[in-house]
């Protein structure tokens, strides 16, 4: 029974494999038909503006006065992201920068505070601990202390 299983976990991964490979041809025969759809349809748009040309320049004509309108949008939008941009500069120079500066002030405290904690206190009280062992251990060596 042991030995079924890995059989069937093979099978069943085939069966996975072939089924993504299958799903991916199909993906791929749709992408083609659309391109094809779409170039059939530009091919038919343009032989149709071809024939007629007062239709063209009017279609052109409105096609420019969109496009014009586009680029009034496009510029409108850009201006509104400068000003953007200057209002990000002006937080981070007034507001962010004196935050980290005391950040780094804080830190270079605490970096003195527990330097000097660890020279006058961590490192005496470490030293009388070992000397009080020593001392414990020299009493006990010569019995005077169990």
Known sequence: MAEQNPE???LQ??????ARLRRQRWILAGIIVGVIVVVAVVAW?????LQNPGTTANIRDI????MAFESLIIGVALVILVIQIASLINLLQNEVKPILAATNETVNTLRGTTEFLSE?????V???NSTVAGLR???EVFGLMK
Do not use: C, D, G, W
């Not at 991964?13 to 072939?18: H, K, P």
């Not at 096609?63 to 969109?66: A, C, D, Q």
């Not at 006058?120 to 005496?124: A, K, W």
């Open 13 to 18: 991964e085939q069966a996975l494999t072939q």
């Open 8 to 10: 069937a976990a093979a």
């Open 137 to 139: 251990r020299i009493l």
């Open 45 to 49: 748009v343009v032989y149709r503006l």
């Open 120 to 124: 006058n206190l961590v490192e005496p």
């Open 63 to 66: 096609f420019i006065i969109f």
């Open 126 to 128: 470490i030293k009388l």
